[in-house]
């Protein structure tokens, strides 16, 4: 990991970082206070959300200029649409949406904004660029499950979205997520060398990690919002 470009786009866009790794959507589910039918819509939309997110890792396997960046985004991939889709189908039952409902609704505009920019990176930038937009996904949500479990204020016993919170916080995602870190520390080393940001594709990249930071503060926001309607 020795061009560290993660830590750098982190700190490039703080503020917006810390907006959505602790968003109000985060701090209501940690501490079991967030409405119902909040988590409801959350749920369902984030099921269309995952089949654009696979869609985004198979565009990296085929934006891959390597073989062992090609077999890492192709395990992803795999993993993403024959176990974890078929994890949150089995976890949305529980919650009363069964698949076929949840694949009639529309998109949010928030889902289509998100998912659609993430792929229009990967397909009009290199791998890089792909992996730089889909980092604040993968990653941000261990930071989110890390935090949860450690804080305070979060309830765990009682709590109606404690499946969410240990999923999350859970040792197979956190290695998912500490997996996709390293790839992108593998990427960015090959594309730009160990310093990115003397590179001159700094500014682009730090754009796209901010976007697609803002981008996921506006599902958290799209998630509160049947609360507010
Ligand atoms: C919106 C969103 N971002 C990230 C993840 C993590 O996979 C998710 N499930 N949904």
Not at 16 to 28: L, P, T
Not at 161 to 189: F, H, N
Request: glycine share 6%; charged share 25%.
């Amino acid at each position: 990991m020795s061009a560290d470009i993660y830590p750098h786009l982190k700190a490039s866009c703080a503020d917006a970082w810390e907006a959505y790794i602790h968003h109000a959507f985060c701090r209501q589910l940690a501490n079991g206070s967030l409405p119902e039918d909040c988590f409801r819509h959350y749920l369902t939309q984030d099921y269309l959300f995952l089949i654009h997110f696979s869609r985004a890792w198979a565009l990296a396997v085929a934006k891959a200029e390597h073989l062992d960046e090609m077999r890492h985004a192709v395990t992803v991939t795999d993993a993403l649409l024959n176990h974890e889709m078929a994890l949150h189908v089995k976890y949305c039952a529980e919650w009363g949406l069964t698949e076929d409902q949840m694949a009639e609704v529309a998109e949010d505009p928030a889902n289509i904004a998100y998912t659609r920019y993430v792929l229009d990176r990967g397909h009009s930038g290199d791998l890089l660029d792909l992996l730089v937009a889909l980092a604040p996904c993968v990653i941000g949500y261990a930071e989110i499950g890390a935090w949860m479990v450690k804080h305070p204020d979060t309830r765990i016993e009682g709590n109606p979205y404690r499946a969410w919170i240990e999923m999350y916080s859970d040792a197979e995602y956190q290695e998912v997520a500490a997996g996709a870190r390293g790839l992108i520390e593998k990427v960015a080393e090959r594309r730009i060398g160990a310093e990115p940001i003397a590179s001159g594709r700094w500014n682009t990249l730090r754009q796209t990690f901010e976007t697609a930071t803002r981008l996921e503060i506006g599902f958290w926001d799209m998630g509160l919002a049947p609360a507010r309607g």
